[in-house]
């Protein structure tokens, strides 16, 4: 089970690793050695996010900065890197805002990308200064952006059920929309169900083979975010899901490469995200058309549920997958509108003159 899903994570991390080789051969040697030294640690999806911001971050130096300008990148040196000032990292958040790359596309950054970007900058000073290789840590004296929180978007109760009865029975489709329906309703079905039954992330659903699936148990096995593999469990609803499609994807040749796979497309391939989120999109646009519905939303869906009938935020941060609880309690523990209504009942403008009039009947 476990080497099934590794082959297919593998795959996808050898692409990235990649990508990190290219962008190492751009940039200053000393980025080179931090990516090795972070390479226990993180992902190749992380490590290749701080190179992409490195390499912005390198790339404004040598064009906006008086220190830095004209110089060749792969000339910088660790030493050189003393140069670098509070001030000129401040200057990148602020570039960062909307800039143009040499094709001419035009590039905007909101609050949470600055700060990714200033996350990547932190890594690598943090690094070079625990190494001994620079004197002090610049980058740790800038302030993270200020990030506005946005209103947690999910399904309620009703659009839950309205959700699964649309992706079940296709009815409210368009007629093409139907003609697809017939084909994959029960894939559909049994996706939609395991994304509000589990609060599965989106990739761990794409990577999902077979033999991960225990029905048994009611269980399947997954492999989260920085590669560690976990156990999750379903209820009686998702597994009777599961198994109206099990017998079709059985009967599926698949395509090379996608045989272990339990999601396939049309095309008999692995789905891809993109085209999970497609799928969640048509069901949801027609369902709540004024929420803008992600297959995360869904998770949010079920970490929100999970919540309300467990009042346990740890449980909830444990199956989701939280390495911090407060990323949980940020987004599940909020009061909502059910809880606000109910609180403005128990509030009385003119409570003695209630009593007055009930003492009066």
């Given at each position: 089970m476990e080497k099934q899903n590794q082959d297919y994570f593998s795959k996808r991390d050898e692409k990235n690793i990649l990508k990190i080789r290219n962008l190492k051969m751009e940039l200053p040697f000393c980025c080179s050695e931090f990516l090795l030294g972070i390479e226990q640690n993180t992902t190749p999806l992380t490590r290749l996010g701080y190179a992409r911001d490195l390499k912005l971050f390198f790339d404004f130096?040598?064009?906006?900065?008086?220190?830095?300008?004209?110089?060749?990148?792969?000339?910088?040196?660790?030493?050189?890197?003393?140069?670098?000032?509070?001030?000129?990292?401040?200057?990148?958040?602020?570039?960062?805002?909307?800039?143009?790359?040499?094709?001419?596309?035009?590039?905007?950054?909101?609050?949470?990308?600055?700060?990714?970007?200033?996350?990547?900058?932190?890594?690598?000073?943090?690094?070079?200064?625990?190494?001994?290789?620079?004197?002090?840590?610049?980058?740790?004296?800038?302030?993270?952006?200020?990030?506005?929180?946005?209103?947690?978007?999910?399904?309620?109760e009703d659009e839950v059920r309205d959700m699964l009865d649309l992706s079940e029975t296709g009815e409210g489709l368009s007629q093409q929309q139907r003609n697809f329906h017939n084909h994959t309703k029960a894939r559909d079905y049994a996706m939609v169900s395991l994304f509000l039954g589990t609060g599965i992330r989106i990739s761990e659903c794409v990577g999902l083979n077979i033999k991960d699936i225990d029905f048994d148990n009611n269980a399947f096995s997954i492999t989260r975010k920085g590669g560690n593999k976990v156990i999750l469990y379903?209820?009686?609803?998702?597994?009777?899901?599961?198994?109206?499609?099990?017998?079709?994807r059985m009967e599926i040749k698949a395509e090379p490469g996608s045989e272990d796979a339990f999601f396939l497309s049309m095309q008999n391939k692995r789905m891809s995200v993109r085209a999970v989120e497609k799928l969640i999109k048509k069901y949801a646009s027609i369902v709540t058309p004024l929420k803008h519905i992600t297959p995360h939303k869904l998770r949010s869906t079920f970490g929100t549920n999970l919540y309300?009938?467990?009042?346990?935020?740890?449980?909830?941060?444990?199956?989701?997958g939280h390495k911090d609880v407060n990323t949980t309690r940020k987004h599940y523990a909020a009061m909502s509108d059910d809880i606000r209504k109910r609180a403005a009942t128990v509030i009385r403008l003119r409570p003695d003159e209630e009593k007055e009039a009930d003492s009066t009947l």
């Open positions: 130096l040598t064009t906006d900065t008086e220190e830095f300008y004209g110089r060749d990148i792969k000339s910088i040196k660790t030493e050189d890197l003393k140069k670098v000032t509070s001030t000129h990292i401040e200057m990148f958040l602020s570039y960062c805002s909307v800039y143009q790359q040499e094709d001419g596309t035009v590039m905007r950054n909101g609050e949470r990308a600055k700060a990714r970007k200033l996350s990547a900058i932190r890594a690598l000073f943090k690094y070079l200064f625990k190494h001994e290789k620079l004197d002090s840590n610049v980058a740790s004296k800038i302030d993270t952006p200020k990030i506005h929180e946005k209103p947690i978007i999910r399904l309620e379903f209820n009686d609803d998702v597994k009777e899901a599961l198994l109206q499609y099990l017998p079709q309300k009938q467990t009042n346990d935020i740890y449980v909830v941060a444990d199956v989701l």
